[in-house]
């Protein structure tokens, strides 16, 4: 097994590797006639337009859950303390 780093490495250097042959041969077209403009493949790519906006979607909105209301809870803590025994000092 290869080391991550190593890796990562081997990642990095094959992405610049692409990034420069796409670099380089998009530096490097271009056409002598123009019927061999009007024929090529990636002429047609770069000057079509981007998609435009969608249209809108109707929205319908309904209830996913329900709220359920609880009474009301009494803040009196009394009942729940712990009872103080009484003691006689000590003899």
Sequence with gaps: M???????RILAVAMVLAVVALTT????HWHSTASSEATCQICHVT????????????????????LALIEKVSADLAPLRTPSIPRAPPA
């Design 2 to 8: 290869l080391p991550k780093r190593f890796t990562h």
């Design 25 to 28: 041969g998009s530096l490097t």
């Design 47 to 66: 000057h079509a337009s981007a998609p435009g906006p969608l249209p809108p979607v109707a929205q319908i909105s309904f209830p996913v859950a329900t």
